[in-house]
């Protein structure tokens, strides 16, 4: 293969991730537009914080789609169909029992989460019939995860492209019949949400029923001692890496609250300019789990590190280009997102730290996508561990003195160190 050819494969995975990427946001924009016509700021609220306690409720599990992804691309690239369809059996159970035992612990889980965010007696309300309703998505939500990781480990990540444009078009068409029509409010768009993931996690069963012959096991073969041991102990470090994640992201936020509003909102708007950048490196990583952890199932060792090359290649670029695109219409951007002229002149402040991102980030995306197809997740755990202490430290030393430039440079740092402490694990140890 030469380098043409893996920078054509790089293309196919990455750009119709990044493409469902782009368009997955739009499941919370959607409602959110919905009930901003329907006459209240109380609706908005409502959405928001329903919207956040079920981000905060899902994100944990992305362990089910990081994991899948690796195991099934390493046993596409041996060319084992039994063990891709093992993968999707086990990935699918754990949803699935996760998904059913949050839908049975709810009230419990609800009680927690309002209590938590402490909002007016109105915005609760809607708040809880909003969540009363999406809660029963649970096993959909996590069951999509798993697929997701299983179509990006099949080479196939048109397959989550498609999902997701189906996904939003059917919220949008649900929410709008039994919002406006049928009179639902916040019930509707509740509804809508839940309808769109039941659906696409539906589609996704019939694109594999459709596209694959999935090889005939026993439950005996899917409970293997030793596969469910690798299967628990490779997403066991997934969580634990994720929930490191989510404690620097909710930090992050908190700082800012505990600042002031607007500094909260400064921070908010150009944290849009690290998303914006997430979600194209993201494409990248995908095609990165997808591909190393073929070449590594397939044993070739050539064309696995022709595809890191060419990975970090890609990643480099997608980081210049992006750093100019922000250096040149960055404050423009921001502009659009905010007419509040006090949010806009705050920013110009710390502008240049969101800058920095791509340059300084890159090689931690990058990284991920190899390491999660390589499956060694430990490495991953370590380096995201020692990048939260990072940040804690710089944050909580340098904050007396430099303020919220602290908690950027914190930031920062952090991007800096998952990207070197895993590059220090490869340099030790190679792939394969």
């Not at 995908?286 to 890191?308: C, F, Q, R, T």
């Amino acid at each position: 293969m030469n380098s043409n050819s893996i920078h054509r494969e790089i293309l196919a995975l990455s750009i119709p991730s990044i493409i469902a990427n782009i368009t997955t946001p739009l499941l919370g924009i959607v409602d959110v537009a919905i009930v901003g016509n329907m006459g209240s700021a109380v609706y908005i609220a409502a959405i928001a914080i329903g919207s956040t306690i079920f981000n905060i409720l899902y994100w944990p599990f992305a362990f089910l789609r990081m994991g899948s992804s690796g195991m099934t691309a390493q046993a596409y690239g041996a060319n084992d169909n039994r063990q891709c369809s093992l993968v999707l059996y086990r990935s699918l159970a754990v949803a699935m029992i996760v998904g059913i035992t949050i839908i049975v612990l709810q009230y419990a889980i609800s009680q927690c989460a309002f209590y938590f965010m402490g909002a007016t007696n109105d915005t609760l309300r809607f708040s809880k019939q909003y969540f009363s309703v999406c809660i029963w998505g649970a096993p959909a939500m996590l069951s999509s995860f798993a697929l997701s990781g299983w179509f990006i480990g099949m080479q196939n990540s048109r397959a989550t492209m498609w999902i997701s444009i189906f996904i939003n078009l059917l919220n949008i068409t649900t929410s709008v019949v039994l919002v406006y029509i049928f009179d639902w409010g916040i019930i509707g768009v509740a509804t809508g949400t839940l309808v769109a993931q039941w659906g696409g996690f539906l589609l996704g069963l019939l694109i594999i029923k459709q596209k694959y012959r999935l090889a005939t096991v026993s439950l005996t073969d899917i409970l293997h001692k030793a596969e469910l041991k690798r299967f628990f102990s490779i997403n066991t470090d997934i969580f634990l890496r994720t929930l490191c994640l989510v404690a620097v992201t909710m930090w992050f936020t908190r700082a800012g609250a505990k600042q002031s509003d607007v500094i909260l909102a400064v921070n908010t708007l150009l944290m849009q300019l690290f998303m914006l950048f997430s979600y194209f490196m993201d494409g990248f990583a995908y095609a990165g789990e997808a591909m190393v952890g073929k070449y590594i199932g397939a044993k070739d060792n050539l064309k696995l590190k022709s595809s890191i090359n060419a990975l970090f290649q890609w990643g480099l670029g997608m980081a210049l280009l992006f750093t100019m695109i922000y250096l040149l219409g960055g404050k423009s951007f921001l502009s659009l997102l905010s007419s509040d002229s006090m949010v806009i002149n705050a920013s110009a402040s710390y502008f240049y730290w969101a800058v920095a991102i791509p340059l300084c980030g890159f090689m931690a995306f990058t990284w991920d996508g190899i390491f999660i197809g390589a499956t060694r997740t430990r490495a991953m755990l370590v380096s995201m561990a020692t990048a939260m202490v990072i940040f804690f430290t710089i944050h909580f030393a340098l904050f007396p003195l430099i303020g919220n430039h602290a908690l950027w440079l914190a930031f920062i740092s952090y991007l800096i160190i998952r990207g070197f402490v895993l590059n220090i694990f490869y340099c030790k140890k190679p792939l394969l």
